[in-house]
């Protein structure tokens, strides 16, 4: 029963109706007997921070999908490294934040085999960030794909920076969806499929019920391929680890709350 004592967490974007983080997470209160409730909320840009004030100061936090991530980054109290988060919660009378997104991108990564060789990065956003880091901690060099060379170039350089090697030229052992195309059923594909090369893996963080558009083809095309669902549960469990350190994630409740809902 939700009373006035229990905790409130939101993934909040724009749009965000698709999203089934509160099914992960609400699967994972009740089966740890935790007084707290998870939804999807809409919040614009201009509403963001305080949104995002009002939850942590409330003892709760949450998750910041598309478009927010790099600006909810400069809402929190420490610097965060690739200038993008995913999870919020509060601490210290202030708002924290992390990036789960490479948790769960590394999950996913291992779920196709860990395929070798660089990572294509297709996108610039937030989730092209995560992807980046997650590159980096799994030794891989990345190459970048955007609609715009300019913003690729820049992009890559940023990373650089950070420490991820550049790949430019060699082909791609996994090339990535990091943008948004795919949420709905008449979008473009983010990448052509017959531009990869055989043998590489796709991994498509956008996630749908009987799996995305771009998965279809690339499986047709025998390529290895998965959605976002690993990388969500992924994600989840990293930040669940955020907001109670002190509890284990229910890693295979909440698995299978994301099965019933894809189903």
Same mark, same amino acid.
């Given at each position: 029963?939700?009373?006035?004592a ?9 749009p965000?109706h ?12 009740r089966a740890?007997?935790i007084?707290a ?11 963001l ?7 942590? %100061?409330?003892?709760? %936090?949450?998750?910041?999908?598309v478009?927010?991530? /790099? ?10 490294? %690739?200038?993008?988060?995913n ?11 992390a ?6 991108i590394l ?28 590159? /980096?901690?799994? %030794?891989a ?5 955007s ?18 090697r550049?790949?430019e ?13 795919g ?8 990448f052509?499929?017959?531009?990869i090369?055989e ?43 955020c907001?109670?350190?002190?509890h284990?994630p ?5 698995r299978?709350?994301l099965?019933h809902?894809?189903?």
């Amino acid at each position: 029963m939700i009373t006035g004592a229990t905790r409130v967490y939101a993934v909040l974007g724009d749009p965000v109706h698709h999203s089934l983080s509160p099914v992960l997470y609400n699967a994972a209160f009740r089966a740890l007997g935790i007084d707290a409730v998870s939804v999807a909320l809409r919040a614009d840009a201009p509403s963001l921070p305080a949104v995002m004030r009002a939850l942590a %100061g409330a003892g709760g %936090g949450g998750n910041i999908t598309v478009p927010h991530k /790099r600006l909810a980054a400069g809402l929190v109290a420490t610097a965060v490294e %690739g200038g993008a988060i995913n999870t919020f919660w509060g601490e210290a009378a202030a708002i924290a934040g992390a990036n789960t997104d490479p948790d769960g991108i590394l999950a996913a990564w291992d779920g196709l085999g860990s395929p070798a060789g660089q990572w294509l990065i297709v996108g610039t956003g937030g989730s092209a960030i995560a992807a980046a880091l997650a590159a /980096r901690r799994a %030794g891989a060099a990345i190459a970048v794909s955007s609609r715009l060379p300019s913003r690729a170039a820049q992009f890559l350089e940023r990373m650089t920076d950070l420490g991820v090697r550049s790949g430019e030229g060699g082909e791609p052992g996994l090339v990535l969806n990091c943008t948004p195309l795919g949420l709905r059923a008449n979008d473009a594909l983010p990448f052509p499929v017959e531009a990869i090369p055989e043998g590489a893996a796709v991994l498509d963080l956008v996630y749908r019920a009987g799996e995305t558009e771009w998965v279809r083809h690339a499986k047709a095309a025998r390529r290895p391929a998965m959605d976002g669902r690993e990388v969500l549960l992924g994600q989840a469990i990293a930040a669940f680890r955020c907001w109670y350190p002190e509890h284990r994630p229910p890693t295979e409740v909440m698995r299978g709350a994301l099965a019933h809902a894809l189903r």
